[in-house]
């Protein structure tokens, strides 16, 4: 298995700029998430999604959009990029354990620089 | 909302000292969780606590979970420098959101 998988490792936009941070896991997990990560700080949740078709907000929605078409695959849209997003993006992934327990399994990150 | 709180922000040692990064939450937690992400890495799973009271090892690591599910603290001895990287909390109510705390940074002095 690759686990958590995303694209691109790296990516220099332009202000006002749009991109898609693709994320795959291939671990059948139902639940998926996207955190950013400023430089030298904690992990902030951005949108989440409990399974196919289903997506919600997290602490930090403004300024992205999610999809979840299939278990797999959970895209993040940036619509016209901002300086305060740059950050390190990471896609999670869980599976509900038996006492609720959800251990979330990261892809490596997309390092995102909005210029 | 609920919030988790660690401290300390950063820790300096020197190698063979030991660490201690400690997390409280506002409220009671079904159970908390332990992750390390090294420099410029990903977060990776390091241990869940469920149990009221409970305290796990793992080699040098030990992890303790609060009688009233509110704290929790990952204790490491003799650090060494593998261990370098940020050690984060994360607590989970009875929904599938983890709540995560802010991370403690171990720095080995040189």
């Known amino acids: 298995n690759a686990g958590v998988t995303q694209t691109p490792k790296f990516r220099i936009l332009k202000i006002g700029q749009s991109m898609t941070l693709q994320c795959t896991q291939d671990?059948?997990?139902?639940?998926m998430y996207w955190y950013r990560q400023d430089p030298g700080m904690g992990l902030k949740l951005i949108y989440y999604s409990v399974g196919a078709g289903i997506t919600d907000k997290g602490e930090v929605p403004n300024g992205y959009n999610v999809s979840r078409s299939t278990t797999e695959d959970f895209p993040l849209r940036l619509e016209l990029a901002a300086p305060s997003q740059t950050s390190v993006y990471f896609c999670?992934?869980?599976?509900?354990?038996?006492?609720?327990?959800?251990?979330?399994?990261f892809g490596p990150g997309t390092r995102l620089t909005v210029l | 909302g609920q919030q988790v709180m660690q401290i300390p922000q950063y820790q300096h040692v020197q190698e063979g000292e030991d660490f201690t990064t400690y997390c409280n939450s506002s409220t009671t937690l079904s159970n908390i969780q332990w992750y390390k992400q090294r420099p410029g890495g990903h977060p990776v799973f390091l241990i869940q606590l469920v149990k009221s009271g409970e305290v796990k090892k793992q080699k040098r690591l030990t992890f303790q979970f609060g009688e009233a599910k509110k704290n929790s603290s990952l204790h490491i001895t003799a650090t060494q420098t593998t261990d370098v990287g940020t050690y984060f909390c994360?607590?989970?109510?009875?929904?599938?959101?983890?709540?995560w705390g802010a991370g403690t940074k171990l720095i080995i002095k040189p």
């Open positions: 994360a607590g989970q109510e009875s929904n599938y959101q983890l709540i």
């Open positions: 671990m059948n997990h139902n639940y």
């Open positions: 999670a992934s869980s599976r509900r354990g038996q006492a609720g327990a959800d251990t979330q399994y």
